[in-house]
């Protein structure tokens, strides 16, 4: 029996707006897959042939010749994802899905696919394949937490044969742990997959780094803030940080492209920590915006003190060697139409030179999700709009027009004059990939 992995398209911010590709220096913005298909495609039992297919490389289409087709989806690509399904299941395809909009949104997937997992697909996948060879799949495939300690490296060698002509990324996704002990109101992640942190040992750490690394890729760690969230989760990081040292004292050529991490951790972490990620070479953070209290209020109109706060951090950054890429949020309850000015005048002062604008976006399954279908503040359903680039709920100090106006607003203004700059750098990672 043969699966294929199917990873749907969806749009990027400059395909949603292409006006933004005038002013915005981007070499290549579409990025590689995420881990959830290579994990699972790791899982498949031997007896099975396994093909990987990325839809916004090369479009699926009705004489795809296989047996079952496995969708792995979050929000943006569940247009395209339930599209596939009906057109798949029409050509007599057996069609099973799972990731984040699948355990969210079980019941609007169904509709379009054989069977849906719910959790982490790798504790039911055998099982499912087995039913599906024997013709006998279930509805639905409800998945506990998986035990990391009986995973095998990711199938990243599907993604690196994808690559096609003008598509070649530098970094892939790289993952410490799974799990989140935050309770961000906008992140389903600590939802989709528990609030207890759970890890991969070094050694299978080391493994897919040697994985990554026989292929010429960096890596970028997705744990985002909740790598630092917990004394026990920071010690596992310490670790890897170690690894990644050794490799390279070694001759392996392993190299940390970013890591994720928000305000308020880079204020509370103790400097041995930052000069040890600097030791390997890591000169970048990913500085997620608009989850926590400093940037949810130090753009407002007052809050000077969670300004400060902003101001240290970059100065941080910067004292230490780490560039940091800020992520700006916008459409938070504090935001008023000042925002946007003070977000620039924040960016210009602390001197940013890279940063990226997004959209508060109430994704299905988070807290904000439910209180906003609550308050009836929720007016676009179509999925493919919930890519950080569209407004798809009523603001609550600002109309749906002007909060997406701003939004095109920031990315023009923070970027004007800065094409020439971005011109005379060589290295792609100088530019933006949005």
Not at 36 to 58: C, H, K, M, N, W
Not at 103 to 110: H, N, S, Y
Not at 293 to 307: E, H, Q, S, V
């Amino acid at each position: 029996m043969k699966v294929t992995f199917v990873y749907p398209g969806f749009e990027r911010h400059a395909e949603a707006h292409p006006e933004l590709l005038e002013f915005v220096p981007a070499d290549e913005y579409l990025g590689p897959p995420s881990l959830g298909i290579a994990s699972v495609a790791a899982a498949t039992p031997e007896q099975y042939e396994v093909a990987f297919i990325d839809d916004r490389l090369t479009p699926v289409d009705a004489g795809l010749e296989t047996d079952v087709v496995a969708l792995s989806f979050f929000t943006p690509a569940a247009t395209r994802a339930l599209e596939i399904a009906d057109q798949m299941r029409a050509a007599g395809k057996t069609v099973v899905a799972g990731g984040i909009f699948p355990t969210q949104m079980p019941d609007v997937v169904a509709e379009h696919v054989d069977a849906v997992v719910v959790g982490e697909g790798e504790p039911v996948w055998a099982d499912l394949l087995a039913d599906a060879e024997k013709g006998s799949l279930k509805k639905k495939y409800v998945a506990p937490p998986h035990d990391l300690s009986t995973s095998p490296v990711p199938r990243v060698d599907l993604y690196f044969n994808a690559e096609t002509e003008g598509h070649h990324p530098d970094d892939y996704p790289f993952q410490l742990s799974r799990g989140c002990p935050l309770t961000c109101d906008a992140c389903v992640l600590p939802i989709h997959m528990g609030k207890k942190m759970r890890f991969y040992s070094q050694e299978q750490l080391e493994a897919t780094m040697r994985a990554y690394a026989d292929a010429g890729k960096m890596v970028s760690l997705t744990e985002d803030t909740s790598i630092f969230g917990l004394q026990g989760a920071r010690k596992h990081l310490r670790e890897f940080l170690d690894t990644t040292l050794r490799l390279q004292q070694e001759g392996v050529k392993v190299k940390i492209s970013y890591l994720g991490i928000s305000m308020p951790m880079i204020l509370n972490l103790d400097p041995t920590l930052l000069q040890q990620m600097r030791s390997t070479g890591m000169d970048r953070f990913y500085l997620v915006g608009g989850f926590d209290p400093i940037t949810r209020n130090a753009f407002g109109p007052n809050d000077p003190k969670a300004l400060e706060k902003a101001y240290k951090v970059i100065a941080r950054c910067k004292e230490f060697g780490i560039d940091p890429y800020v992520s700006f949020l916008v459409g938070n309850e504090g935001d008023d139409e000042g925002t946007f000015d003070r977000m620039l005048e924040f960016a210009s002062k602390s001197g940013i030179e890279l940063a990226e604008f997004v959209v508060s976006t109430p994704y299905p399954g988070t807290p904000i999700w439910h209180r906003y279908q609550e308050e009836g503040r929720i007016f676009d359903h179509t999925w493919k709009h919930y890519n950080d680039a569209n407004v798809v709920f009523e603001p609550h100090q600002m109309s749906p027009e002007r909060l997406q106006e701003g939004y095109l607003y920031l990315w023009r203004e923070f970027y004007r004059g800065r094409q020439a700059e971005f011109d005379e750098r060589s290295h792609q990672r100088s530019t933006v990939q949005f």
